[in-house]
C-alpha cells in the first residue's frame, strides 16, 4: 500500500485542485458576507470556473431570492477583483439522511381495544376499515 502523502505530492495527485478548492472556499466567505445571514446559511458557491459562479440554493424560494440579487452581487464580486462573466442559480437541496425514521405513534392495548368497539358501531366507510387496521395492527 502506498503512503497517502506520497499520493498527495504526486504532480497527478490532489495537488492541481488545490488553487479551485481554495478559490471556491473563499468565493463561500464572500458570498457569506455579503447576503443576509439566513440566506446564506441556505445557499452556497457550487462552482467557479472561466468567470463563470454557480450557486446551489436549498430551496426554489431561496433560488428565486438570489436571482433577484444577481446584478447586486456580480457587482460586489467585480469590487473584490473577482472576474464575473455570469452568475447561475440551481436549487441543489441539501444531502437528506438516508436512513428512514421509523414512525413513533403508538397506542396502548387499551386504546387499541376501545378502536376496535368503535369500528364496530360506525357504518360501513373508508373511515371504519381504516380505523379497523390500524386498530389491529396495535391490539398484538
Not at 45 to 51: C, F, M, S, T
Not at 105 to 110: D, G, L, N, P
Not at 131 to 135: C, E
Given at each position: 500500500m502506498k503512503n497517502p502523502y506520497a499520493f498527495l505530492n504526486q504532480p497527478d495527485g490532489i495537488a492541481p485542485l488545490m488553487p479551485q478548492a481554495r478559490r471556491l472556499i473563499e468565493l463561500r466567505e464572500i458570498l457569506a458576507a455579503m447576503l443576509?445571514?439566513?440566506l446564506a446559511r441556505c445557499c452556497s458557491?457550487?462552482?467557479?470556473?472561466?468567470?463563470k459562479v454557480?450557486?446551489?440554493?436549498a430551496n426554489g424560494a431561496t433560488a428565486a431570492k438570489l436571482k433577484l440579487m444577481l446584478?447586486?452581487?456580480s457587482e460586489q464580486l467585480s469590487k473584490r477583483g473577482i472576474e464575473v462573466t455570469g452568475l447561475e442559480v440551481c436549487v441543489q437541496p441539501p444531502a437528506s439522511d438516508p436512513q428512514v425514521a421509523e414512525k413513533s405513534?403508538?397506542?396502548?392495548?387499551?386504546t387499541?381495544?376501545?378502536l376496535t368497539r368503535l369500528c364496530e358501531q360506525l357504518p360501513?366507510?373508508?373511515?371504519?376499515?381504516a380505523?379497523?387496521?390500524?386498530?389491529s395492527r396495535h391490539r398484538k
Open positions: 443576509p445571514e439566513s458557491i457550487a462552482n467557479y470556473k472561466q468567470g454557480v450557486v446551489f440554493a446584478p447586486t452581487l405513534a403508538k397506542i396502548s392495548q387499551e387499541a381495544w376501545g360501513d366507510s373508508g373511515l371504519k376499515i380505523l379497523g387496521k390500524f386498530a
